[in-house]
């Protein structure tokens, strides 16, 4: 069974920018997982940011961005800020219409 | 705009069938590009897909809960709804109703419900 893998957690310093990634045990992330990346702040339902690998959902700033990086999907923050700090979560279809989700990383803005 | 509204009992005993229901306001369940679908997610941990239906019938199942899941779409009501049988602690989760865009080169949760809590426990 392919899991999805994330970083389990990361920090960056205010106003710089990370790269977190989401990968499959078995195999290569492609377009074709059309890659979705989901915002959770503590107690709260999560939020859609990009899918099909690098389109921003509305209204989501174009500090975030998705992408490809090796064989892996990434997502980019620049300029972080403090409210950016909460747990971030890819999700990915597989073959037969399933979808999985990471583990989600939790960002640490200091 | 979109509003999506879980409601169901917030205790369940062990054995017995978890249900819930997602009132779709907004938009309507006969939308031919959404599936409607649940997340859960256990205290502490991350999120897990349970399952998602096309308002026709279609379903598609996580495979480690298929056998225990049913998810239905009522359209007269414009609502869907969970039912997730033989439940035990480990089932004890936020559960969160969504629109599941699957089109063209897409496939993803564009909206969200706030979540319900559901605890098993005798």
């Known amino acids: 069974q392919n899991v999805v893998t994330q970083e389990p957690s990361f920090s960056v310093s205010p106003g710089g920018t990370v790269t977190l990634t989401c990968g499959l045990t078995s195999g290569s992330v492609s377009t074709g997982n059309y890659a979705s990346w989901y915002q959770q702040t503590a107690g709260r339902a999560p939020r859609t940011l990009i899918y099909s690998t690098n389109i921003r959902s509305s209204g989501v700033p174009d500090r975030f961005s998705g992408s490809l990086l090796g064989s892996q999907a990434a997502l980019t923050i620049t300029g972080a800020q403090a409210d950016d700090e909460c747990d971030y979560y890819c999700a990915l279809y597989l073959t037969g219409g399933i979808v999985v989700f990471g583990g989600g990383t939790k960002l640490t803005v200091l | 705009q979109l509003q999506l509204q879980e409601s169901g009992p917030g205790v369940v005993k062990p054995s017995e069938t978890l249900s819930l229901t997602c009132s779709v306001s907004g938009d309507s369940v006969r939308s031919s590009i959404y599936y409607w679908g649940w997340i859960r997610q256990s205290p502490g941990k991350g999120l897990e897909w349970i399952g998602s239906m096309y308002y026709s019938g279609y379903s598609l199942y996580n495979p480690s809960l298929k056998s225990r899941v049913t998810i239905s779409v009522d359209t007269s009501r414009n609502e869907f709804s969970l039912k997730l049988n033989s439940v035990s602690a480990a089932d004890t989760a936020v559960y969160y109703c969504?629109?599941?865009?699957?089109?063209?080169?897409?496939?993803?949760?564009?909206?969200w419900g706030q979540g319900t809590l559901v605890t098993v426990s005798s």
């Open positions: 969504a629109r599941h865009e699957k089109g063209e080169q897409r496939d993803h949760f564009d909206s």
